[in-house]
């Protein structure tokens, strides 16, 4: 009888988000400087059950069909790759809200493969693990990884694992969805264009402290864009701004989901009891970063 393997499928933030240029094929080049939050989707695997999918938890009817989950789109696209694959049974439980700017589904993705991985024995560097990693979509080969680092590219640029160190955050998602392509056909970039914007700076920042004072240099360029389409995005950023202790506010991805940063747990803590009582239908997490 095997054991039932498990891992959580972390939210995905774009501390930064630099639009560098449109490319011919049409996708948008991107710089961020990528980390994750202790918030997450659970996943797991039960190799002794047939194989197949439950949804489950508070955002389960945004997962899509099952045929359209990106969960078994993960199983299939790396079993063409390894045919004999084995699976399971896999309950993915949805704690993240979908269209926020969080990589929730890809992040699904990629905590599948790292259960395959895992029950397969696989290196999670193995060639064609990656492969299907990348296949499957742009955020997944750095949510596979789940870990601090700068993502360049369309997403299939990843620098090395970076050291930030833990900050306490809120997550925000108004109750808006944004659709990313519209986010970025308000840029209105010609493919081929480029926006002639400075070399995203490598982050090395030991404390939390620096590493504020490094993002107060950088930006969302899909920020201002996202909030054209849904105000409410604004009306987010303002009310965390607002609160006690925080240090930084942002939207993350193409939104809707923005975050702060605050100097301590209990400011966290604090400042997400007191939005989630004034705007009820917001959705209100408090987090740690890295």
Same mark, same amino acid.
């Given at each position: 009888?095997?054991?039932?393997?498990? #891992?959580?499928?972390?939210?995905?933030? &774009?501390?930064?988000?630099?639009?560098?240029?449109?490319?011919?094929?049409?996708?948008?080049?991107?710089?961020?400087?990528?980390?994750?939050?202790?918030?997450?989707?659970?996943?797991?695997?039960?190799?002794?059950?047939?194989?197949?999918?439950?949804?489950?938890?508070?955002?389960?009817?945004?997962?899509?069909?099952?045929?359209?989950?990106?969960?078994?789109?993960?199983?299939?696209?790396?079993? $063409?790759?390894?045919?004999?694959?084995?699976?399971?049974?896999? #309950?993915? #439980?949805?704690?993240?809200?979908?269209?926020?700017?969080?990589?929730?589904?890809?992040?699904?993705?990629?905590?599948?493969?790292?259960?395959?991985?895992?029950? /397969?024995?696989?290196?999670?560097?193995?060639?064609?693990?990656?492969?299907?990693?990348?296949?499957?979509?742009?955020?997944?080969?750095?949510?596979?990884?789940?870990?601090?680092?700068?993502?360049?590219?369309?997403?299939?640029?990843?620098?090395?694992?970076?050291?930030?160190?833990?900050?306490?955050?809120?997550?925000?998602?108004?109750?808006?969805?944004?659709?990313?392509?519209?986010?970025?056909?308000?840029?209105?970039?010609?493919?081929?264009? $480029?926006?002639?914007?400075?070399?995203?700076?490598?982050?090395?920042?030991?404390?939390?402290?620096?590493?504020?004072?490094?993002?107060?240099?950088?930006? /969302?360029?899909?920020?201002?864009?996202?909030?054209?389409?849904?105000?409410?995005?604004?009306?987010?950023?303002?009310?965390?701004? $607002?609160?006690?202790?925080?240090?930084?506010?942002?939207?993350?991805?193409?939104?809707?989901?923005?975050?702060?940063?605050?100097?301590?747990?209990?400011?966290?803590? &604090?400042?997400?009891?007191?939005?989630?009582?004034?705007?009820? &239908?917001?959705?209100?997490?408090?987090?740690?970063?890295?």
């Amino acid at each position: 009888m095997s054991p039932v393997l498990t #891992t959580r499928a972390r939210a995905k933030l &774009n501390l930064s988000l630099h639009v560098v240029g449109r490319r011919p094929d049409g996708y948008h080049a991107l710089e961020s400087l990528v980390a994750f939050a202790s918030v997450a989707d659970h996943l797991s695997l039960d190799a002794d059950k047939p194989e197949g999918l439950i949804v489950q938890g508070p955002f389960a009817s945004a997962a899509g069909e099952d045929q359209d989950n990106l969960v078994l789109k993960a199983v299939r696209q790396l079993r $063409q790759f390894k045919p004999a694959l084995r699976c399971g049974h896999l #309950t993915l #439980t949805k704690y993240l809200p979908a269209q926020a700017g969080f990589g929730g589904g890809s992040a699904d993705a990629a905590a599948t493969l790292r259960l395959l991985a895992r029950l /397969n024995g696989l290196s999670l560097d193995d060639p064609e693990l990656l492969e299907a990693a990348r296949l499957i979509g742009a955020d997944v080969p750095v949510c596979l990884r789940s870990r601090p680092v700068m993502m360049r590219g369309i997403g299939d640029e990843l620098g090395e694992v970076l050291n930030l160190p833990k900050i306490h955050a809120v997550l925000v998602k108004p109750p808006v969805g944004m659709a990313t392509p519209e986010v970025f056909r308000q840029l209105g970039l010609e493919k081929g264009e $480029q926006t002639n914007r400075l070399p995203h700076p490598e982050c090395s920042a030991t404390s939390a402290q620096e590493l504020i004072v490094h993002l107060h240099r950088l930006g /969302n360029d899909l920020q201002a864009p996202a909030n054209a389409i849904g105000p409410v995005i604004g009306e987010a950023l303002a009310a965390l701004s $607002q609160q006690q202790g925080c240090r930084l506010a942002r939207m993350s991805g193409s939104g809707s989901a923005v975050f702060a940063l605050f100097e301590s747990a209990a400011q966290a803590k &604090n400042a997400a009891g007191l939005l989630a009582g004034t705007y009820g &239908n917001w959705w209100v997490k408090p987090t740690v970063i890295g």
